[in-house]
């Protein structure tokens, strides 16, 4: 347990995530009506803003887990589900002999992206690799008692 919530655990803070993908899912189907309306390039222009926003005013959210679960998880996913579904409609059109492929790379790109993009976020947050639990007592030459 960390923070300033003692009902919050890292268990729970699942649920961040969970409502991520949970958005993610439903929105491609909304990113595709909208691509419809305005367009492939204005769609994943306004996925980006509403994804971005969530990351921006989880600055000012993170303080409460219900308001974080609606910034980072709900806005974060509604975004990538809005912007996510154009570069796959895209590939599809670049190599219609090809489709299963042109997905299968696009996919590939979106989980290399969260590869790559974890290693630099813990190289600019957390450069010590320190364990979120913080040191231990043994660590410090103390005894647990």
């Excluded at 913080?134 to 410090?140: A, N």
Aim: charged share 10%; aromatic share 12%.
């Amino acid at each position: 347990q960390k923070g300033n919530d003692p009902h919050l655990t890292y268990g729970t803070s699942v649920w961040i995530f969970t409502l991520t993908t949970a958005c993610l899912g439903v929105f491609l189907f909304v990113g595709t009506k909208i691509a419809d309306c305005i367009g492939p390039r204005w769609t994943t222009l306004l996925g980006c803003l509403i994804q971005s926003s969530g990351v921006a005013l989880t600055y000012f959210t993170v303080h409460d887990f219900r308001l974080m679960l609606l910034t980072y998880g709900a806005m974060f996913g509604i975004g990538s589900g809005i912007a996510y579904i154009n570069p796959l409609v895209c590939a599809m059109q670049w190599m219609p002999k090809h489709k299963g492929m042109a997905n299968g790379i696009v996919v590939a790109g979106f989980g290399a992206g969260s590869l790559i993009f974890n290693q630099v976020q813990t190289l600019y947050i957390n450069p010590k690799n320190v364990s979120p639990a913080g040191p231990s007592t043994e660590d410090c030459g103390q005894s647990e008692q």
